[in-house]
């Protein structure tokens, strides 16, 4: 499947490393694809506590969001989001892109979540989120051109805030959330935002 709006449908990372190795195609971004949802599905119940996402998801939840959600916004000029699967030698390791998207004013909010197992180590983690964000901001800046994109994260990930911040994003405000620790204290929500020059 393919984004109509989209000229290109594979967008990658495209550089060599010190030892001359061509890693070009190593790291791409696609469509969100159906063969990947169950994995997601499964990486969004693990990492719960940092997601929005109030209970676990079931297979059927999974499987009417990519039927209604995902496969409308193939053929839409403005969908509501504009999801990819995160690809490392075309194995999906994660999946995000742009949710609760404003047309009118070109603004969206980033989203991205990497595989549990790569998660759970920061140097991974670092590395795997910085390239997703140099994919997902090269693809906005060449073909959807957002003019602001925001991000949500939960004061319990200061790593992740890291990333952003030296990725070019900055601190807006904080706010309260509904969300609780395992201790069910209230989480507060940070919110960044990436504004595009023009």
Avoid at 63 to 83: A, G, M, Q, T
Avoid at 97 to 122: C, P
Avoid at 171 to 196: A, C, P
């Amino acid at each position: 499947m393919e984004y109509s709006f989209l000229q290109n449908n594979r967008y990658c990372l495209k550089y060599t490393t010190d030892s001359g190795q061509d890693w070009t195609n190593e790291y791409c971004l696609v469509p969100l694809r159906k063969q990947d949802m169950e994995l997601i599905r499964k990486w969004r119940n693990d990492q719960i506590h940092i997601l929005r996402q109030k209970k676990p998801l079931t297979e059927k939840e999974q499987h009417n969001y990519f039927s209604k959600v995902i496969l409308k916004s193939f053929s839409e000029d403005k969908p509501k989001c504009i999801l990819f699967s995160f690809l490392f030698k075309n194995n999906c390791i994660g999946y995000g892109g742009f949710v609760n998207i404003n047309w009118n004013i070109k603004s969206a909010e980033l989203s991205f979540l990497l595989d549990t197992k790569h998660a759970q180590k920061a140097k991974i983690y670092q590395e795997k989120f910085s390239i997703f964000l140099e994919l997902i901001l090269g693809l906005n800046t060449e073909e959807i051109k957002f003019e602001v994109i925001v991000t949500e994260t939960y004061d319990i990930r200061p790593l992740h805030i890291k990333i952003l911040e030296d990725s070019g994003f900055k601190y807006i405000k904080r706010t309260h959330s509904l969300k609780k620790n395992i201790d069910g204290e209230t989480i507060d929500s940070l919110f960044h935002e990436y504004t595009y020059q023009s």
